[in-house]
């Protein structure tokens, strides 16, 4: 079977009210008591695999759960076992012939090299209700995870779709985050117990994959698939960072993720009715509460070494005005809110037709192979002419203008990421060769940009600061000519859309 539920964190001051909430008179309280599986060198971790032996109640329950679409869903299979005095012993076998055990199969693990690493003992209220059509199951876990000495709290409500539409499932999940404060989380009770074992903060950032588009898709369909692949970059980081655990690397891959989804909607959003015109100042708002304390690390890690390598007297940056804490940007409502419709929307179907409404593209005949591809190049088309637009006054340009052309120029990379899987790879791979030189060039142009601003606050108390502003004064120079360069190689690049497979 396939699980579909949304987990959801309780902050400590909700927890009694969430409690009482789900506690009603049809509520029943089940404690659980889990062993974890995995062999010693994290097999089923890293392939996403969670394998326990719990006590529910009194009986045994065996459980595999292989990697889903880490959002809502994944293969799942429980194998209820007799009664029997003591623990039982872990058998895999007893989930041969489900996609769960397939999933193992291919992780390539062997049996006898499986152990206990960690537990959990959590006290489960729940309930089922009826909503918007729908069964779904409230389940609020309070309790602890335990590896050897150590302990981690565990304090979160899910809500697992029994039966119906899964958009009942985002519409009751919506109250509750509206009611109590709660946020999303995607990492489960097995990647947690994990990390405690192995005495580690977080799992390592997430980094962005191409959505596999396929020509037979609808533009809807691929701009699903590519929102898709978007949140599979956002949720974990997201989750890492609204649990206070990240480091500088989880920020900026959320980023990233962020800037990508953009991109997505800018580029491609006008193949699906249902895209909220709402979502894109709503995501660029939390992008720039995300944005100071990682443009000085960008920063830190590449402009200042080379500065203290030329000798300068003072490398230090002003300092600034305290970050606001990305934890706090991700926990609060509006931002789990807008992350519901963009999950919603991106595993959704088709939309109905609405009578006496244009669609925003043009249907193809269902023979036309070709289609998405032509829709796909009037967008590449567009992009590509707008970020070259200004490619040979760009030095002349002021510095808004030079940041515009940037911002088109990652988009446009962006973009061509998320079709490429629709075209040869190496007329893709020719093209990203023109257009990766002119990005990295401008996104050092605007390091040197931002530096110069900080250190030319510091002159008035710091003289020192003068031979950084010189040196940074001559590397300008030498970037806005690499900018230049780059920028006329793009405009003179091959577009790889022209040609079909």
């Known amino acids: 079977m396939v699980e579909v539920e949304l987990k959801l964190q309780v902050p400590p001051a909700q927890r009694d009210a969430v409690r009482r909430a789900v506690a009603t008179a049809s509520a029943r309280t089940t404690r659980l008591q889990a062993r974890y599986f995995d062999t010693p060198d994290r097999r089923l971790a890293a392939a996403g695999i969670a394998l326990r032996l719990r006590r529910e109640d009194g009986h ?16 799942e299979h429980n194998a209820v076992l007799p009664r029997m005095r003591g623990e039982p012993v872990l058998d895999v076998a007893r989930h041969d012939g489900t996609a769960a055990a397939d999933a193992l199969r291919a992780a390539g693990v062997d049996p006898a090299a499986l152990q206990p690493l960690f537990a959990t ?7 089922r209700v009826r909503h918007g059509g729908a069964v779904v199951e409230l ?64 799992s390592p950032a997430v980094h962005a994959t191409a959505p596999a588009l396929r020509a037979s898709d609808t533009p809807a369909e691929a701009l699903r698939a590519m929102v898709r692949s978007c949140l599979d970059q956002i949720l974990p980081n997201a989750s890492v960072v609204a649990a206070g655990r990240h480091d500088a690397e989880h920020v900026h891959q959320l980023r990233v993720g962020l800037r990508r989804l953009r991109t997505a909607l800018r580029e491609f959003g006008d193949a699906a009715a249902e895209v909220d015109p709402a979502w894109e100042p709503a995501l660029a708002a939390v992008f720039a509460r995300l944005g100071a304390a990682r443009d000085r690390d960008a920063l830190a890690a590449t402009l200042l070494p080379a500065l203290a390598a030329a000798g300068a007297p003072l490398v230090a940056l002003p300092p600034v005005a305290a970050a606001e804490d990305p ?26 037709a609405v009578p006496g409404a244009e669609p925003s593209w043009a249907l193809p005949p269902p023979d036309d192979a070709d289609a998405l591809r032509r829709w796909v190049r009037q967008r590449l088309k567009r992009a590509h002419r707008r970020a070259v637009a200004d490619a040979a006054a760009f030095a002349t340009l002021p510095e808004d203008a030079q940041h515009r052309v940037r911002k088109r120029v990652k988009r446009l990379r962006y973009a061509v990421e998320f079709v490429a899987a629709l075209y040869p790879a190496k007329a893709v791979a020719r093209y990203l060769k023109r257009l990766r030189p002119a990005q990295e060039a401008l996104g ?46 793009l405009a003179d690049a091959e577009p790889f859309w022209r040609g079909r497979r």
């Not at 958009?167 to 009751?172: E, G, V, W």
């Not at 509206?178 to 994990?194: I, N, P, Q, Y």
């Not at 931002?450 to 001559?474: H, K, M, Q």
Request: glycine share 8%; aromatic share 8%.
């Open 60 to 75: 045994w329950v065996q459980t595999l759960k292989a990697r889903g679409d880490g959002v809502m869903a994944r293969p």
């Open 121 to 127: 003992d959590v006290r489960r209220t729940h309930r």
């Open 139 to 202: 389940a609020y876990d309070d309790g602890v995870l335990v590896a050897g000495e150590r302990r981690e709290p565990v304090a979160e409500l899910e809500l697992e779709l029994v039966s119906g539409a899964p958009a009942a499932l985002f519409a009751l999940a919506a109250r509750w985050i509206e009611r109590h404060g709660l946020w999303l989380d995607v990492r489960t009770k097995a990647e947690r117990g994990d990390l405690l074992a192995r005495g580690e903060r977080a």
């Open 327 to 352: 934890c706090q940007a991700l926990r609060e409502p509006a931002w789990n809110l807008l992350l519901l419709a963009l999950i919603g929307f991106a595993h959704g179907g088709e939309p109905a």
């Open 444 to 489: 050092e142009y605007n390091d040197v940009l931002v530096a110069e601003a900080a250190f030319r606050e510091l002159v008035a108390s710091d003289p020192r600061a003068w031979f950084a502003l010189g040196w940074l004064a001559a590397r300008r120079a030498q970037c806005l000519a690499q900018c230049t360069r780059a920028l006329q190689r």
